[in-house]
């Protein structure tokens, strides 16, 4: 069964941190491209930041550059999101997809796979 599982959402104070992991079972994330999204309440779902498969060049988005890194650790098929500074603003359901024979992209109907999401909520 091809599943992704997020983890590591939660309650954290406006400044400070969370690592989201995103880990794949049934199949190899080395060889695919990966992208973190998230939806706030009443907003649509966006795209911050991807991962390539093979080089594993990476993009984010402006509104989380310089405080998010994406990072891949193959041998656990696991990818990261450590998320640094947070502001209120970033309170959203996270949620990590997979797309085969994709490369640089962000757009949500290119994705194969997509994890269930995990809450992240930073306020004081």
């Known amino acids: 069964q091809l599943q992704l599982v997020e983890s590591g959402g939660g309650l954290v104070q406006p400044g400070g941190s969370l690592r989201l992991s995103c880990a794949a079972s049934?199949?190899?994330?080395?060889?695919?491209?990966i992208g973190w999204f998230r939806q706030a309440p009443g907003k649509e779902r966006e795209g911050i930041v991807y991962?390539?498969?093979?080089?594993?060049?990476?993009y984010y988005v402006d509104s989380v550059k310089g405080r998010f890194t994406i990072s891949r650790d193959n041998a656990k098929n696991t990818v990261y999101l450590q998320m640094n500074s947070l502001k209120p603003s970033d309170t959203a359901v996270y949620s990590c997809?997979?797309?085969?024979?994709?490369?640089?992209?962000?757009?949500?109907?290119?994705?194969?796979?997509w994890g269930q999401g995990t809450q992240v909520t930073v306020s004081s």
């Open positions: 049934g199949f190899s994330l080395n060889y695919y491209t």
């Open positions: 991962i390539n498969q093979g080089d594993g060049t990476t």
């Open positions: 997809a997979a797309g085969f024979a994709i490369r640089s992209t962000l757009i949500l109907e290119q994705y194969d796979y």
